[in-house]
Nanobody, 115 residues
């Protein structure tokens, strides 16, 4: 059974930093591309960043230069380092992966940025 557990959210002022973590189980982690999505109140969930098993990553334009995704293929964890946070980054952040055509999400972790 695939399980994704996020942690590390919280409340910060604009310009602050947070580091999110996601621990995965039930998959051959190093073979899976991992994603971070976010969903702000009243908005659709959006893909923020993806990281392949070899560490290559992509980002949406609005977070480039501020967010950094990384992974630890030994401990089955993926991280999202967020710097220079803005109020528009406020959202629930979800870890995600696919297996056998099915998309799996964790329960999410809340990030609140006050200006």
């Amino acid at each position: 059974q695939v399980r994704l557990v996020e942690s590390g959210g919280g409340s910060v002022q604009a310009g602050g930093s947070l580091r999110l973590s996601c621990t995965a189980s039930g998959i051959n982690f190093k073979l899976h591309t991992m994603h971070w999505y976010r969903q702000a109140p009243g908005k659709q969930r959006e893909l923020v960043t993806s990281i392949a098993g070899n560490g290559s990553a992509t980002y949406i334009e609005s977070v480039k230069g501020r967010f950094t995704v990384s992974r630890d293929n030994v401990w089955n964890r993926v991280f999202l380092q967020m710097q220079n946070l803005k109020s528009e980054d406020t959202a629930v952040y979800y870890c995600n992966t696919m297996r056998a055509g099915t998309s799996f999400y964790g329960r999410g972790t809340q990030v609140t940025v006050s200006s």
